[in-house]
């Protein structure tokens, strides 16, 4: 009978000691908590490392900058702000039923896999406020001053307070002044910082399956849920399954323990109801982390949870 070298014995439970030593002292997740860090950055001067992933969190009135490195920053549950390299970003207001931060300089994006009704969520970017509507995708650039919507609805306020609706495959001049949206190519869009977000989304959707397996059939409870093989937040949906902008899928464990764990044979829709190919969520063995040390691994999760529509008019 085969028997694993004691050597490497010792080296994985020493892993999965540091996995929970790690994960026991990640907060529970509000807005503006880091949820990954890569290369370099900081809050008000202070570096982040991956190890201020989980603890540290975006306050009001702080900046976040980066170098050449890139944040991922939690909003409210299913909610995700992207920080590009050479940016910066300061919060504005953390809470659940209004978050608002301001692009400085540089690029974000924001991919919103779960508005309700009750979120009002909001960048400022050059004399501009932009209301996320519906579920989707958004990119902001500070310079030269724009707004590109993958996909989605959103309503960007001028210095005068009106409106300009912003719809999916549109982008518009965030100059300060009335503007009008124009149609924009999402797929000559997809650049470095595009494809990032998309791997980010996808390890989020896999992290997602795993713990959605693990709790199927349990009690739980729904929102931002640690997971300590990724080391960061992912989100766990209430019921459900949810597809997000880039075709990846959130998995509720109503909907493993209801239709069986992900194995392969879904599709997910990518923009404009197009197929995008095989389901994305990890197609390993059901309840692969029951048991064991890593039964105390599963961290908090941050209120928020309403249920209901999306999107609303803004306050």
């Not at 009978?1 to 004691?6: C, E, V, Y």
């Not at 009008?180 to 999402?186: E, H, L, N, T, W």
């Not at 595009?194 to 795993?210: E, G, H, I, K, V």
């Not at 199927?216 to 902008?245: E, I, K, Q």
């Amino acid at each position: 009978m085969f028997s694993k070298p004691k050597g490497l014995l010792t080296l994985s439970f020493a892993l999965l000691f540091a996995s929970a030593t790690f994960a026991q002292e990640a907060n529970p997740a509000v807005p503006g908590t880091i949820n990954y860090v890569e290369g370099s950055a900081a809050i008000a001067g202070q570096p982040l490392t991956q190890r201020a992933v989980g603890s540290a969190q975006l306050d009001p009135g702080q900046v976040l900058t980066t170098g050449n490195g890139r944040v991922e920053i939690l909003l409210t549950p299913g909610i995700f702000f992207r920080l590009d390299e050479n940016s910066a970003v300061r919060m504005v207001a953390p809470g659940l039923t209004h978050t608002e931060l301001e692009l400085v300089h540089g690029q974000a994006e924001v991919e919103a896999d779960n508005l309700l009704r009750q979120n009002n969520v909001e960048v400022a970017e050059n004399g501009t406020t932009t209301q996320l509507l519906k579920n989707g995708l958004y990119a902001f650039n500070a310079a030269p001053g724009n707004l590109r919507v993958f996909d989605g609805k959103a309503a960007v306020f001028d210095a005068s307070g009106k409106p300009e609706v912003v719809k999916g495959d549109h982008m518009l001049a965030l100059t300060g002044e009335a503007e009008k949206s124009v149609k924009f190519d999402p797929a000559s869009s997809e650049d470095d910082f595009y494809n990032w977000s998309s791997l980010r989304s996808q390890y989020l959707t896999q992290a997602n399956s795993q713990l959605a397996t693990e709790y199927a059939g349990s009690a739980y409870a729904p929102g931002w849920m640690w997971d300590p093989w990724l080391l960061s937040y992912t989100w766990l949906p209430g019921d459900g399954m949810f597809l997000n902008p880039f075709g990846w899928g959130f998995y509720s464990p109503w909907w493993i323990y209801a239709y069986g764990p992900v194995r392969g044979g879904y599709y997910g829709y990518g923009y404009h109801g197009v197929y995008r190919g095989p389901a994305h969520g990890f197609h390993g063995a059901p309840g692969a982390f029951h048991g064991g040390a890593a039964g105390g691994f599963h961290g908090g999760s941050a209120g928020g949870f309403h249920g209901g529509g999306m999107g609303g008019g803004r306050r």
